[in-house]
């Protein structure tokens, strides 16, 4: 994955290579932990987040092999489920 590819006012973006291998990007000052949830056809993503002393911005990246059988993905940010703000690939 190219650094080129993310953009850092993004705060979570999911990019996908050769439609095998996808990255998610979550961008954000907290502490994050991931945990991945198949429902049938569709993936979840859940994200948690805790609050930490550092105000720098972090970069989570998570590297994801995406079942051909998935149909919908979602990501749930502290429960709540939170829009991609940028989808790209090649």
Do not use: C
Request: hydrophobic share 35%; proline share 2%.
């Amino acid at each position: 994955m190219s650094k080129s590819w993310v953009d850092p006012e993004a705060a979570l973006q999911f990019i996908t290579k050769n439609g095998e291998i996808a990255y998610l990007i979550y961008q954000s000052r907290d502490t994050v932990t991931a945990e991945l949830e198949e429902d049938g056809d569709k993936l979840n993503i859940k994200l948690k987040t805790a609050t930490k002393v550092s105000n720098l911005v972090e970069q989570h990246v998570y590297k994801l092999k995406v079942d051909t059988d998935t149909e919908v993905i979602e990501v749930l940010i502290n429960g709540n489920s939170t829009p991609i703000d940028i989808v790209s690939g090649s």
